[in-house]
């Protein structure tokens, strides 16, 4: 008998490639949405939707009937005016989430943090699952508040839910809708709208990867444990550089000091902002860049077999699709 399985957040970038992995092994997916929702990346996929909420406390009747969650959505900004909603949505929406699993009898949820939750250690070094900045230490709210979340999820784990967490890195691929900080550097590359890069580096993994993790979660994941979802520790440049063999576009030859984009976000989010003028770079976000994010996924790897596909096809994949789609001009 096929599992049923609900899934917050399907209509997303990570959302998007899980539902149609499950839909693909055979899962019945019922996919919750807002009313407000672009159903474009769960178009002609046979999918049930749900209208509703994260906080509305009769969300457990829509669950009613599925054996498995995924809790993947959540509110992504690093504007300092959306703290509230990051909060409201991410924290508060996440209490509410497992508390209507519960009430539903779900079996088992995956819950979808990341790897910002987690923090970053020294510059250059590799962290794994058992790093924990301090909160205090998190620079902006959306990694604070996806802390929170986490620990509202590991709350549960104590009163009894069967909860694994899998914390992503920086997806790159097909989907990405909205885009991500990820697509988003893809997409100024593209445009030609990126001069000059910082001397930064993320950790990278292909999309259909990070799905495909959170299914062998659920699979062999153990209770109240964490997995990194990650691959190749890349600098910005060296990402650049792939862009660069894989379209005939140059890349960047030149650094920028980080003060120049510093000057330019607060300028945007006290001075520009207040006054009615849309900000351009976020605080939080240049903050986040001034230190390498490098972790390892080698956990995730030997206990769930994560597989770890080539990141060059992955950006091959996310450059068709924005391109495909019109995000190109």
């Given amino acids: 008998m096929a599992i049923r399985a609900f899934v917050t957040g399907g209509t997303g970038f990570i959302g998007a490639n899980l539902v149609r992995l499950l839909a693909a092994e055979g899962y019945l997916v019922r996919a919750l949405v807002r009313s407000s929702s672009n159903l474009d990346n769960l178009r002609d996929l046979d999918v049930e ?24 959505a959540a509110h992504y900004s690093l504007w300092q005016r959306d703290r509230q909603l990051l909060y ?3 924290v508060l929406g996440t209490r509410n989430v497992l508390a209507c699993a519960r009430k539903a009898k779900i079996e088992r949820t995956i819950y979808t943090s990341s790897v910002a939750a987690i923090g970053v250690g020294e510059p250059g070094k590799l962290i794994d699952e058992t790093h ?7 620079v902006g709210h959306y990694k604070k508040s996806k802390f929170w979340a986490e620990q509202e999820a590991m709350q549960a784990v104590k009163s009894g839910q069967d909860i694994v967490v899998v914390n992503p890195s920086s997806p790159i691929g097909g989907f990405d809708i909205k885009p991500t900080p990820t697509g988003d550097i893809i997409l100024r590359f593209l445009r030609r709208q990126m001069p000059f890069y910082l001397d930064t ?28 979802l990650g691959h190749e520790n890349l600098t910005l440049k060296q990402i650049l550089d792939q862009l660069a063999q894989l379209t005939g576009l140059k890349a960047p030859q030149n650094s920028i000091p980080p003060w120049i ?23 939080d976000g240049v903050r ?7 972790y390892d996924a080698s956990k995730a790897v030997r206990e769930l077999g994560l597989p770890q596909s080539s990141i060059l096809t992955a950006l091959k994949d996310a450059v068709d699709w924005f391109v495909t789609h019109g995000y190109v001009n």
């Fill in 49 to 72: 939707l749900v209208t509703g909420d994260l906080n509305d406390p009769n969300l457990w009747q829509q669950m009613q009937g599925c054996q498995v969650l995924f809790h993947v």
């Fill in 88 to 90: 409201d949505y991410n």
């Fill in 132 to 138: 924990q900045s301090p909160v205090e230490k998190l």
């Fill in 201 to 228: 580096g993320l950790n990278f993994i292909d999309v259909r990867d990070v799905a495909l993790g959170h299914l062998l979660a659920l699979e062999k994941g153990q209770k109240g444990d964490r997995y990194i």
């Fill in 261 to 283: 984009p510093l000057s330019v976000a607060w300028i945007d989010e006290r001075i520009l902002a207040p006054l009615g003028k849309a900000p351009s770079v976020p605080l």
């Fill in 288 to 294: 986040m860049a001034h230190q390498p994010m490098y």
